[in-house]
């Protein structure tokens, strides 16, 4: 008997990084995953790496329209939602001085209405089921303030706050809500960034030394994920090698 054995879960931000990691890790315990991705096609080769009756679909979690098909989809091929474990996010690295109003929209789109559209629609599945667990993609740069992404600091604040609230609002129908807060990992998508020059800072910070990878992230979420941490809600917990304590 696998952890998540008869579990469906959707895990957005699916085709690479740290959501990659989350779906196969999840998928390999037993998951039914709908990997969910911009990138359709990313989402797709994930879910073929975990096989079974797990499938890809591409997905822009800032439209509304699109998250319905997702959630249509789930329900089609699995029958029920379970888990919605919410990774997709925007990670830019712009200097303060180049911040546009444009830029700062481009980010809360996907960061927070993607993640408001998200939680709205799997909560309203899962209330139905009598069971859920959400997890959140915080970040600690929102305790360590992280230079060139104010707008991006500002939306995971917004995860922060709003994984809490949703705790709340959902604790009568035992779904539990919490986030992780990774420090910067080295995925496909920070190496697209000068956030990739950030290592040596921020290993000069972490209690444990290292360079933080996808799969170090992955534990605490099929924790928080799991049956078993039904009286752990509206938590966010830090996953950064000791570099921020709250
Ligand atoms: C400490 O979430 O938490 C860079 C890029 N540095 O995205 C992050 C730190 C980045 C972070 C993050």
Not at 26 to 37: F, Y
Not at 62 to 73: E, M, Q, Y
Not at 110 to 130: E, H, Q, T, W, Y
């Amino acid at each position: 008997m696998k952890r998540f054995d008869g579990r469906v879960a959707i895990v957005t931000g699916a085709a690479q990084g740290i959501g990659k990691a989350v779906a196969l890790r999840l998928g390999q315990e037993g998951a039914l995953v709908v990997a969910a991705d911009i990138n359709g096609k990313g989402a797709e080769a994930t879910a073929r790496e975990i096989g079974g009756k797990s499938f890809g679909i591409a997905t822009d979690i800032g439209d509304p329209a699109s998250v319905t098909a997702l959630h249509k989809a789930a329900i089609d091929k699995g029958g029920k939602l379970d888990i919605t474990v919410n990774v997709a996010a925007i990670v830019p690295f712009v200097a303060w001085d180049a911040l546009t109003f444009e830029e700062w929209r481009r980010i809360m789109r996907v960061n927070v209405d993607g993640l408001f559209l998200m939680c709205r629609a799997s909560s309203d599945l899962m209330r139905k089921g009598g069971y859920g667990r959400i997890v959140n993609f915080c970040s600690n740069s929102i305790f360590a303030g992280t230079p060139n992404m104010a707008h991006y600091v500002a939306s995971k604040g917004a995860v922060l706050t709003f994984t809490r609230a949703l705790a709340t609002e959902l604790g009568g129908y035992k779904i539990t809500v919490n986030s992780i807060a990774p420090g910067l990992t080295d995925t496909e998508g920070v190496q697209k960034t000068d956030h990739k020059n950030a290592f040596e800072f921020v290993e000069m910070l972490q209690a444990i030394k290292g360079r933080g990878t996808p799969d170090d992230i992955v534990p605490a979420v099929a924790f928080l994920a799991s049956e078993e941490a039904h009286w752990v809600t509206g938590q966010c917990l830090a996953v950064d090698a000791g570099m921020v304590r709250w």
